[in-house]
């Protein structure tokens, strides 16, 4: 993913060279909690509700849009691109402009089907909601977004004045228009910071000083939720002189859980890995990559390692899977079943150096695995440390039929072959 952005939603790991997409864990919530959070703060959004059945639907209709002879009708999935995306039962399009009275029968083809976008990948994500607003009739639509900038350690505001289609194609197309204004995070925004963002923004018709209300008001939401990220496209101007946020993507901290609980009661697990929520349910750190070498390693450096000499031995890695310096038995056998859920694994490899981390807890761990999951791909074992020996033993008195090996090359080069086999 090119543009400013490109940090933010996700970060890659370099294996061996070659890049693979990393996702971070920042919480996603869908487009209509992010704007019932931001009419939280006073910020101008349309008006709409979330449904997820027809009679919803029509009592929706009903009672929120009486006089509207048009409504919006958005799936709610956390993926971009729903408007060119296309459901498996052959409907085309996540985002459709519709009479009144046809909002039920269009929503009907988007409740509980998978919709497939650019950013969904071909599996595709089910539609639990759909997102009925009012249609707007906007004049100008801009390009707004928070994020936090490592060069300066605070928030950085993004304008530009023109908007409604990526802020990558705005880069490339009119870098010159796009204005950038960091904000320090110990004064908070400032009159004068609020303004440089309303001239980037450039609005028609909106109240130059309503404009900076907005701004500082966004500012607000951002700091007082801990976002990571904060982005707008289009915000724009309507036909009665407003500025308001028509679309909006938030991500949260997940860091800041503990201190944030009504927005973290807002995630939505059918829309994540499973794999990934498993193995935060188990407190382990696991990442679903695409190749067909599953690792289960202890310590990001050595997992990041495990997985460079794995590229370097023709193989690829099909996940992240760090267990931690403490991880117990049930952890352990936690992490089996989660590499032994993905079909594209076709072997496994355990590298543990054990420090904190101790080998014989981990070859008890490896043992009781294979007594409830059914292992059906080799698994090949590289144990070093402490109570390396008590491990050895654990694997050997087991009588699984384990292929151990002496060093990380080694154990790469027989994953990759056993993979290959």
């Known amino acids: 993913m090119r543009g400013l952005l490109s940090n933010l939603g996700s970060r890659s790991l370099s294996v061996a ?72 039962n052959g409907f085309e399009g996540g985002v459709h402009i ?55 350690a605070g928030p950085l505001i993004i304008a530009c004045k023109k908007g409604g289609t990526s802020i990558e194609d705005l880069a490339e197309k009119f870098p010159d228009l796009i204005i950038k204004v960091s904000v320090d995070v110990f004064k908070g925004i400032t009159d004068e910071d609020a303004t440089k963002v309303v001239d980037g923004l450039s609005p028609k018709v909106a109240d130059r000083n309503d404009c900076i209300e907005q701004v500082k008001k966004l500012y607000d939401l951002f700091c007082k939720s801990d976002c990571t990220l904060l982005e707008i496209n289009p915000i724009a101007e309507t036909a ?28 939505d697990p059918t829309q994540e890995d499973p794999r990934e929520v498993a193995a935060a349910k188990a407190d382990l750190n696991y990442i679903g990559l ?37 991880a117990s038995e049930g952890q352990v056998v936690e992490a089996f079943k989660i590499l032994t859920s993905d079909e594209k694994v076709k072997a496994i490899l355990v590298n543990i150096f054990g420090g904190i981390m101790k080998c014989d807890v981990i070859a008890s761990g490896i043992v009781n695995a294979a007594k409830q999951v059914d292992l059906k791909v080799p698994v090949v074992v590289r144990l070093e440390g402490t109570n390396v020996d008590q491990g050895k033993r654990i694997l050997k008195e087991s009588g699984m039929a384990l292929i151990t090996a002496e060093d990380l090359d080694d154990a790469a080069d027989k994953a990759v072959k056993a993979a290959a086999s």
Not at 59 to 74: M, Y
């Open 290 to 326: 695409d190749g067909e070498i599953g690792c289960m390693v202890n310590g990001a450096g050595l997992a990041m390692a495990t997985m460079d000499i794995i590229k370097l031995h023709g193989g690829t890695p099909a996940n992240f899977l760090d267990v931690g310096g403490n």
């Open 240 to 267: 009665n002189k407003q500025l308001v946020a028509a679309d909006a993507k938030l991500n949260f901290d997940d860091n800041a859980a503990f201190r944030q609980k009504e927005i973290f009661a807002l995630r």
């Open 17 to 88: 060279g070659k890049w693979q997409q990393q996702q971070l864990r920042h919480l996603n919530i869908h487009e209509y909690q992010g704007a019932e959070l931001m009419g939280k703060y006073g910020i101008n959004v349309p008006k709409g509700v979330a449904v997820s059945s027809a009679d919803e639907i029509k009592k929706a209709i009903q009672e929120v849009f009486p006089n509207q002879s048009e409504v919006v009708v958005k799936s709610q999935v956390l993926a971009g691109g729903r408007g060119l995306g296309k459901f498996k």
């Open 98 to 152: 519709v009479k009144t009275d046809k909002a039920e029968e269009v929503a009907g083809k988007m409740l509980g089907q998978i919709l497939v976008t650019k950013q969904t990948g071909p599996q595709g994500k089910i539609v639990s909601k759909v997102y009925l607003c009012e249609k707007l009739s906007l004049v100008n639509e801009m390009y707004f977004a928070i994020m936090l900038d490592r060069a300066t």
